[in-house]
């Protein structure tokens, strides 16, 4: 079974630091793993997915995430946050055997931005 | 411009009542899907649909019903059986058997009054 484990319920940076949101993956088959962003009482925007390929993936808004199969992670990073990145953040998995079926999802982070 | 719609924004439901949530879609997908999102705990899948007429079941479907009539639309009836239903419902569709990303609409929040 497929399974998403994020670290770390609640980030908080300053504006300009790195941002850094964990994720790490249970899967017995290749995955398909994605992350999105939520704004308060809207639904999920993509903001960057790896299926095959170069295993570092760039995004929207200047995030980027790398897949690490030995480690099982897909780890989201930005190099200086922005007020604006303030949001909720998902990271998900489907096995690329199944891909177009549901995803799953890890709990989520909070990521908090002070001036 | 293609994308998901879903309706009403707010609903409120009386107890005993069974309350419908729209979603329809105009992106040509195949499959469509309901989420449950409660704080802290992500979003879990209730029910999904690959093809009109036939949809499956996801982890929380308890208390939920849906119907898939047409492709473009994927209602979501949440019933009296349904005993916590106060959450926020997220509608979502995508290519079937593709490395293509979900497209989600805004979400229903759904309370008891």
């Known amino acids: 079974a497929q399974s998403v484990t994020q670290l770390g319920s609640h980030v908080s940076v300053s504006e300009g630091a790195l941002v850094l949101l964990r994720c790490n993956y249970s899967s017995s088959v290749p995955p398909y793993l994605f992350w999105y962003v939520q704004y308060p009482n809207q639904g999920l925007q993509l903001l960057l997915k790896y299926t095959t390929g170069a295993t570092l993936v760039k995004g929207i808004n200047g995030f980027e995430a790398e897949f690490k199969k030995s480690e099982t992670s897909f780890h989201l990073t930005k190099p200086s946050a922005h007020m604006s990145d303030a949001a909720e953040y998902f990271c998900?998995?489907?096995?690329?055997?199944?891909?177009?079926?549901?995803?799953?999802f890890g709990k989520g982070t909070t990521l908090s931005v002070s001036s | 411009d293609g994308g998901i719609t879903q309706s009403p924004k707010y609903l409120f439901r009386k107890e005993g009542q069974n309350v419908t949530l729209s979603c329809e879609q105009n992106l040509n997908h195949d499959a469509m899907y309901w989420y449950r999102q409660d704080p802290g705990q992500g979003l879990r899948l209730i029910y999904y649909?690959?093809?009109?007429?036939?949809?499956q079941k996801g982890d929380i479907a308890e208390g939920y019903s849906v119907s898939r009539e047409k492709k473009e639309s994927f209602p979501l009836t949440v019933t009296s059986a349904q005993k916590n239903p106060t959450a926020f419902y997220l509608c979502?569709?995508?290519?079937?058997?593709?490395?293509?990303?979900?497209?989600f609409g805004d979400g229903t929040r759904l309370s008891i009054l």
């Open positions: 979502a569709s995508s290519i079937v058997y593709s490395n293509q990303p979900q497209h």
């Open positions: 649909s690959q093809i009109v007429n036939d949809f």
């Open positions: 998900a998995v489907t096995p690329a055997n199944q891909a177009g079926t549901a995803l799953i």
